[in-house]
């Protein structure tokens, strides 16, 4: 009888278990996406998670002003931003990341251009 009592105690302590770490693993990914929010800065590359590529150019407390090519700025909340970007030091290079010429492919040459 004493198994059966057990056995019934694992049954009802398993599912709370897995709820608990459900609400502690949530909990630890908003504080997350919370932190980098409020680490977003003016300047900083960004890419949203619909994946625009952008310059920070001005934030206020629930909307990011995005530039996404030169003279042209979107507004997007604040929440869309995923990450920053990884470091690109050769931005200026020929053929680099800066390549916005319409139907090309950056980095990669089109017949004798």
Do not use: C, Y
Not at 20 to 49: C, Y
Not at 91 to 97: F, I, K, L, N, R
């Amino acid at each position: 009888m004493n198994n059966n009592g057990a056995f019934s105690l694992l049954i009802f302590a398993l599912p709370l278990l897995l709820l608990g770490w459900l609400f502690f693993s949530q909990n630890k990914r908003m504080k997350q996406a919370r932190d980098f929010s409020s680490a977003l800065g003016v300047g900083d590359h960004v890419i949203t998670s619909s994946g625009i590529f952008g310059t920070v150019k001005h934030l206020d407390d629930t909307s990011a002003w995005l530039e996404v090519a030169e003279g042209t700025t979107i507004r997007v909340d604040r929440r869309a931003i995923a990450m920053k970007q990884a470091d690109t030091s050769d931005s200026g290079a020929v053929g680099g990341p800066n390549t916005d010429d319409p139907g090309t492919t950056p980095g990669i040459q089109q017949n004798g251009q």
